[in-house]
């Protein structure tokens, strides 16, 4: 027989559809199960509090331009048909906007809300795998639910992208298979709504067109003409909101002076390893890790070329093989490394400032992985199904005790850096992180050492001068953090914050003219500051130039109505002018917070 002809075997849709009501009473239990291992498995991260970045998304104040929009009434127009927020995922910033307003700073509620949605999220795998007739496919959808890798998306709160993202485009694969089977045109419809929507929640969901066609492949045997068409405008919604996010990512995701900018031949190059790191992990989820350590791939060595060009032998091999096996794996590892695409690195990616991957970056290819492994599992099922059975038994709950473990980790920032640290100790951003949450808890002295052991690894790491200035500024050290505030400004001077920083400290030493300096800068970076409003003004009003100082803390009042300190220090100066007879004396007491 030729390959031709024995491709063509069995190529008919391979649908399952519900027959009668005990067929829906599975599915319902089906469902309830997973639900129910995913809360148990994941029961220790749901007691945890806010990690790491959650605070761009969830914080008391708002003091980034996403935030503002998350507290505002009307900000869902801005998150909407503006560019003020990090990222265009206005969908995920809809979601945090209405959870602001359902859980306020209770963490509990986001956690719950990333869980449910993962646990949408793997019941509509499972129907997505039934429809392409996956076997075993609840054990699949299970393995996804439950696996290790996606705790660093269901347990971390920023992370409510990954988790509403991964419903709406299953949702929008179940839908175009049902039309696909002979549905009508409402069900096509319906996915090119629904992949918008995901879309809008995270743009990683833009490689769903070309997973369509691998569908289509795999029931016809071949990808038709018509398929093409009709996946057309889902690749047109695909490029526009890939092309938003990379202008949005090469206009806001570089940090001057502290990235590490490489060749695309490197990138390309890292392609391979960061593949294959993300199958090792799929496969085996020991050891995982908040924050890797970051490789460095030179692509003039020839052997940084090895692990992508594995990948090709590979793809060469597969062809080969059995058509009963060929096709299940040139789906499956095709769509993992599809799914893939868009976080391998060779596109920009802020977090790649950090570690070259990360758990949560494969959240949406992964169910291809578990799905290969069921199919493993039920070919051996065939000739064995009682070992077969005990295996898929021991790899699930295997995986929820791994889970539970996992979950522990992602309770706070504290255990989560501890955590990196153990596995990498020469990460300088878990260094960093952990210093601050020591320094919130009253723990200066310990968050010092790791403050300077991040600046040992990263000398130009301007958080960890910054962070480490104002520890030293508290322990009466005004020179030193000077020192370490002008270099932090000196790595990125774009950070209102340093400045402000460094504008109290010079203001603490007596230098209130180079105070001035650093205010102002404030002021051209962030015009809406009123803390620095009213410290200008402190300045100018000890320098006697009062009709200024009435200026900025007229302004400073305009941006906050309820600052006391600067309503009490404007009638001052107010009295003052009333006066011209009058020495000239300080307000008393400036803003300390940017």
Request: hydrophobic share 50%; charged share 15%.
């Given at each position: 027989?030729?390959?031709?002809?024995?491709?063509?075997?069995?190529?008919?849709?391979?649908?399952?559809?519900?027959?009668?009501?005990?067929?829906?009473?599975?599915?319902?239990?089906?469902?309830?199960?997973?639900?129910?291992?995913?809360?148990?498995?994941?029961?220790?991260?749901?007691?945890?509090?806010?990690?790491?970045?959650?605070?761009?998304?969830?914080?008391?104040?708002?003091?980034?331009?996403?935030?503002?929009?998350?507290?505002?009434?009307?900000?869902?127009?801005?998150?909407?048909?503006?560019?003020?927020?990090?990222?265009?995922?206005?969908l995920s910033n809809s979601m945090f906007w209405l959870e602001w307003r359902c859980w306020g700073m209770n963490p509990l509620g986001y956690r719950g809300v990333n869980l449910a949605l993962h646990v949408l999220g793997a019941?509509?795998?499972?129907?997505?795998?039934?429809?392409?007739?996956?076997?075993?496919?609840?054990?699949?959808?299970?393995?996804?639910?439950?696996?290790?890798?996606?705790?660093?998306?269901?347990?971390?709160?920023?992370?409510?992208?990954?988790?509403?993202?991964?419903?709406?485009?299953?949702?929008?694969?179940?839908?175009?298979?049902?039309?696909?089977?002979?549905?009508?045109?409402?069900?096509?419809?319906?996915?090119?709504?629904?992949?918008?929507?995901?879309?809008?929640?995270?743009?990683?969901?833009?490689?769903?067109?070309?997973?369509?066609?691998?569908?289509?492949?795999?029931?016809?045997?071949?990808?038709?003409?018509?398929?093409?068409?009709?996946?057309?405008?889902?690749?047109?919604?695909?490029?526009?909101?890939?092309?938003?996010?990379?202008?949005?990512?090469?206009?806001?995701?570089?940090?001057?002076?502290?990235?590490?900018?490489?060749?695309?031949?490197?990138?390309?190059?890292?392609?391979?390893?960061?593949?294959?790191?993300?199958?090792?992990?799929?496969?085996?989820?020991?050891?995982?890790?908040?924050?890797?350590?970051?490789?460095?791939?030179?692509?003039?060595?020839?052997?940084?070329?090895?692990?992508?060009?594995?990948?090709?032998?590979?793809?060469?091999?597969?062809?080969?093989?059995?058509?009963?096996?060929?096709?299940?794996?040139?789906?499956?590892?095709?769509?993992?490394?599809?799914?893939?695409?868009?976080?391998?690195?060779?596109?920009?990616?802020?977090?790649?400032?950090?570690?070259?991957?990360?758990?949560?970056?494969?959240?949406?290819?992964?169910?291809?992985?578990?799905?290969?492994?069921?199919?493993?599992?039920?070919?051996?099922?065939?000739?064995?199904?009682?070992?077969?059975?005990?295996?898929?038994?021991?790899?699930?709950?295997?995986?929820?005790?791994?889970?539970?473990?996992?979950?522990?980790?992602?309770?706070?920032?504290?255990?989560?850096?501890?955590?990196?640290?153990?596995?990498?100790?020469?990460?300088?951003?878990?260094?960093?992180?952990?210093?601050?949450?020591?320094?919130?808890?009253?723990?200066?002295?310990?968050?010092?050492?790791?403050?300077?052991?991040?600046?040992?690894?990263?000398?130009?790491?301007?958080?960890?001068?910054?962070?480490?200035?104002?520890?030293?500024?508290?322990?009466?050290?005004?020179?030193?953090?000077?020192?370490?505030?002008?270099?932090?400004?000196?790595?990125?001077?774009?950070?209102?914050?340093?400045?402000?920083?460094?504008?109290?400290?010079?203001?603490?030493?007596?230098?209130?003219?180079?105070?001035?300096?650093?205010?102002?800068?404030?002021?051209?970076?962030?015009?809406?500051?009123?803390?620095?409003?009213?410290?200008?003004?402190?300045?100018?009003?000890?320098?006697?130039?009062?009709?200024?100082?009435?200026?900025?803390?007229?302004?400073?009042?305009?941006?906050?109505?309820a600052d006391p300190q600067a309503r009490a220090n404007l009638d001052r100066v107010r009295a003052q002018m009333r006066q011209a007879d009058a020495p000239a004396s300080p307000s008393p007491s400036p803003a300390t917070q940017?």
């Amino acid at each position: 027989m030729t390959r031709r002809s024995r491709s063509r075997v069995s190529h008919q849709p391979a649908t399952v559809t519900p027959a009668g009501g005990a067929s829906r009473w599975l599915e319902l239990a089906g469902g309830l199960l997973l639900g129910l291992a995913v809360l148990l498995a994941f029961w220790p991260s749901l007691g945890g509090g806010f990690l790491w970045d959650d605070e761009h998304w969830i914080a008391v104040t708002p003091t980034t331009p996403t935030l503002r929009l998350i507290h505002e009434d009307d900000g869902l127009r801005g998150i909407w048909f503006s560019n003020q927020t990090q990222d265009y995922w206005p969908l995920s910033n809809s979601m945090f906007w209405l959870e602001w307003r359902c859980w306020g700073m209770n963490p509990l509620g986001y956690r719950g809300v990333n869980l449910a949605l993962h646990v949408l999220g793997a019941i509509l795998v499972w129907q997505v795998l039934r429809q392409l007739g996956v076997p075993w496919a609840w054990l699949a959808a299970a393995l996804f639910a439950v696996h290790p890798v996606t705790v660093a998306s269901v347990a971390w709160i920023a992370e409510l992208k990954n988790c509403l993202s991964l419903p709406l485009a299953a949702a929008a694969a179940l839908v175009w298979l049902r039309f696909d089977a002979g549905g009508s045109r409402v069900w096509y419809a319906a996915a090119v709504c629904t992949f918008l929507l995901a879309l809008t929640a995270k743009t990683s969901t833009v490689v769903l067109p070309v997973l369509l066609l691998a569908f289509c492949w795999w029931r016809r045997g071949r990808i038709e003409r018509q398929d093409l068409l009709r996946t057309a405008p889902f690749f047109v919604l695909a490029v526009v909101m890939g092309l938003v996010t990379l202008l949005r990512q090469s206009s806001a995701g570089g940090v001057p002076g502290d990235s590490v900018p490489e060749g695309l031949l490197s990138r390309l190059a890292a392609s391979g390893w960061v593949a294959w790191f993300y199958l090792s992990k799929a496969l085996v989820p020991v050891r995982l890790a908040m924050l890797y350590p970051r490789w460095v791939v030179d692509p003039a060595v020839l052997t940084a070329w090895l692990p992508l060009a594995a990948w090709l032998i590979i793809w060469a091999v597969i062809p080969r093989l059995d058509a009963r096996w060929s096709r299940p794996l040139t789906l499956g590892l095709g769509c993992y490394l599809v799914a893939l695409g868009p976080v391998l690195g060779i596109l920009p990616m802020w977090f790649r400032r950090y570690a070259l991957v990360s758990d949560h970056l494969q959240y949406l290819a992964l169910p291809a992985i578990t799905a290969l492994v069921a199919a493993a599992l039920h070919s051996i099922s065939a000739h064995r199904r009682t070992i077969a059975m005990g295996l898929a038994a021991a790899v699930l709950l295997c995986c929820m005790a791994l889970t539970w473990q996992r979950s522990g980790a992602f309770t706070s920032t504290l255990r989560l850096m501890q955590d990196s640290l153990a596995k990498n100790p020469e990460s300088w951003t878990a260094h960093t992180n952990l210093a601050a949450e020591l320094s919130a808890l009253g723990r200066p002295q310990e968050a010092i050492v790791h403050y300077r052991e991040a600046l040992r690894l990263r000398p130009t790491s301007f958080e960890a001068r910054n962070n480490l200035a104002t520890l030293l500024l508290q322990f009466g050290q005004p020179e030193e953090a000077i020192e370490q505030y002008r270099a932090a400004v000196g790595i990125n001077p774009d950070v209102p914050g340093i400045h402000f920083n460094l504008g109290v400290a010079l203001g603490m030493l007596g230098r209130p003219d180079e105070a001035a300096v650093e205010f102002k800068e404030v002021l051209r970076l962030t015009p809406d500051s009123g803390a620095a409003h009213h410290n200008l003004g402190y300045i100018l009003a000890f320098q006697g130039r009062l009709a200024e100082a009435v200026d900025h803390y007229e302004q400073a009042l305009r941006l906050n109505p309820a600052d006391p300190q600067a309503r009490a220090n404007l009638d001052r100066v107010r009295a003052q002018m009333r006066q011209a007879d009058a020495p000239a004396s300080p307000s008393p007491s400036p803003a300390t917070q940017p």
